[in-house]
């Protein structure tokens, strides 16, 4: 059975930084694509960094140049810098992961995989 948790979480002020951390159950090596996603209250999940097997990355434009995702797949972690924090960053954080295919899919949808969200809050 597939695990994804994250501890970790928090709250900053605007500019500071984060570090989100999801730990997988089993292998990651089969996980194709990992993922971090976000949900605001009242807005739809979306995509912020996802990141290949072999390590190609994907940011959403919002986050570019602030956060890095990176995966270690012999300690089967996945993380997620957070730099330069805005209010608008606050949201539930969801680590994701999916198997097969070559790339990342496009949206929430085509992962399987979720951890349980951890909240994080930018207080300006």
């Known amino acids: 059975q597939v695990q994804l948790v994250e501890p970790g979480g928090g709250s900053v002020q605007a500019g500071g930084s984060l570090r989100l951390s999801c730990a997988a159950s089993g292998s990651v090596y089969s996980y194709n694509c990992m993922g971090w996603f976000r949900q605001a209250p009242g807005k739809e999940r979306e995509g912020v960094a996802s990141?290949?097997?072999?390590?190609?990355?994907n940011y959403a434009d919002s986050v570019k140049g602030r956060f890095t995702i990176s995966r270690d797949n012999d300690k089967r972690t996945l993380s997620l810098k957070m730099n330069s924090l805005k209010p608008e960053d606050t949201a539930m954080y969801y680590c994701a992961a999916v198997r097969g295919g070559n790339s990342c899919p496009a949206g929430y949808r085509a992962f399987p995989y979720w951890g349980q969200g951890t909240q994080v809050t930018v207080s300006s």
């Open positions: 990141i290949t097997s072999d390590g190609r990355t």
